[in-house]
């Protein structure tokens, strides 16, 4: 496995995605409460969930609720303000709040 992934300083706010092209998905914004090394936890994730390291297995929700529960994230109460597709406008506003990570992590 190769990672890109960099150190999240404790206080930053992030946003997770997934997928690529149709598949692409935000699962929301996040702000850190410590200091995050992604790839120290998805390995601490996969000791207990092995079989999330197969391709097509890996629960995104289930992994960002165990960060949630472990205190290394807190979900940000935000919007998503979407302005169009296809080069046409639409205007549309609406809750973009993680509270599928949260409840989860309860």
Known sequence: MTS?????????????????YSDHMVHGVFRALRDI?????????LKDNPHEAKPYRFNETRFLSAAYRGGLIECVECMAWDIGAYSTPHMSVEDFTANDV????A
């Open 102 to 105: 949260k409840e989860a992590g």
């Open 37 to 45: 090394s992604p790839d120290d936890l998805l390995a601490e994730y």
């Open 4 to 20: 890109k992934a960099a150190t999240i300083p404790a206080g930053m706010i992030f946003t997770v995605t997934s997928g690529e």
